[in-house]
């Protein structure tokens, strides 16, 4: 049975400045509350439909669903330019606190990509308390997705017809000596980089976690086989005692793809995840 829901956009006080969240709130009774943690930078705006109707799909299961813009993001205060690791971890915090105000039920985490890693460091700081925690596609090292992310510069120079005046090693070496690098429209600053450098999905997750993660892949293939390196990281984390569901979904990577791609299956899959949340 699905509920009516609305949809309530407005800014809560951030570490930095104002912090845009869209709201997604069914009828009561809710059944739980689901805070978005997004990906970075360009994957935000290719994924941003796809996690809005996720919101909807989930308020319509009964979920209310909170959606940051992290500061220096989207409609919240500040430039990218401006982003620092620290405060996005810290307006997590702050968005979880908001979470649990007129309920009583257990918030769970949404994350795609980078966003898992600061899920994850934000629940091993102790930051936010989480009942059920839910990744999609997570970003397994962030000095390897930085080195991607660097790439994209190099990339859009060889497009124009030139040769790349930079290399990635150049361009950590700018970001080194303090100077900020601009990638795609995006400024990156030297203390963002230096800590999503520091990063990497297999060390967080060894710290304190959720009693349960339901993890997801998207793969373009058939075969359905999860990816060697998330599977390892997966399994050690079983090895550990931590129940982890691993799902692999076909589908477009969404959050790369040049046009908007959208995964049907990834939102079923996870709407009746947590429509089922009780048996997870």
């Not at 813009?69 to 996005?88: K, V």
């Not at 931590?242 to 692999?248: A, E, R, S």
């Not at 899959?269 to 009780?278: H, K, N, Q, R």
Request: include cysteine.
């Amino acid at each position: 049975m699905t509920k009516e829901f609305g949809i309530r956009p407005g800014f809560i006080s951030g570490v930095a400045g104002k912090l845009f969240v869209l709201e997604f709130v069914p009828e009561s009774p809710i059944a739980g509350t689901v805070l978005v943690i997004p990906p970075f930078a360009e994957e935000m705006n290719r994924s941003r439909r796809m996690l809005n109707l996720q919101a909807r799909q989930l308020a319509s299961a009964g979920y209310r669903v909170l959606m940051p813009d992290l500061y220096g993001t989207g409609d919240s205060a500040g430039d990218f330019s401006d982003a620092r690791w620290d405060i996005w971890r810290n307006d997590i915090a702050i968005v979880g606190e908001a979470a649990n105000v007129d309920t009583s039920k257990p918030v769970s985490v949404l994350a795609l990509r980078l966003g898992a890693l600061l899920a994850l460091d934000a629940i091993s700081c102790k930051s936010i308390t989480v009942d059920k925690l839910v990744l999609w596609c997570p970003c397994v090292s962030g000095k390897q997705f930085i080195t991607r992310f660097l790439r994209m510069r190099l990339m859009a120079s060889m497009i124009r017809g030139g040769s790349p005046e930079d290399t990635v090693a150049s361009l950590r070496e700018q970001l080194q000596q303090g100077e900020e690098v601009e990638v795609a429209g995006y400024t990156l600053a030297p203390d963002l980089v230096s800590h999503i450098d520091t990063l990497d999905l297999s060390g967080l997750a060894a710290k304190q976690l959720p009693e349960s993660i339901c993890w997801f892949e998207v793969s373009g293939s058939d075969d359905g086989s999860f990816p060697a390196l998330a599977g390892r990281i997966a399994d050690d984390l079983i090895s550990s005692g931590v129940p982890v569901n691993k799902t692999v979904i076909s589908g477009p990577q969404f959050w790369a793809t040049p046009e908007i791609a959208i995964v049907p299956d990834l939102l079923s899959a996870t709407t009746m995840l947590f429509a089922g949340a009780d048996q997870w």
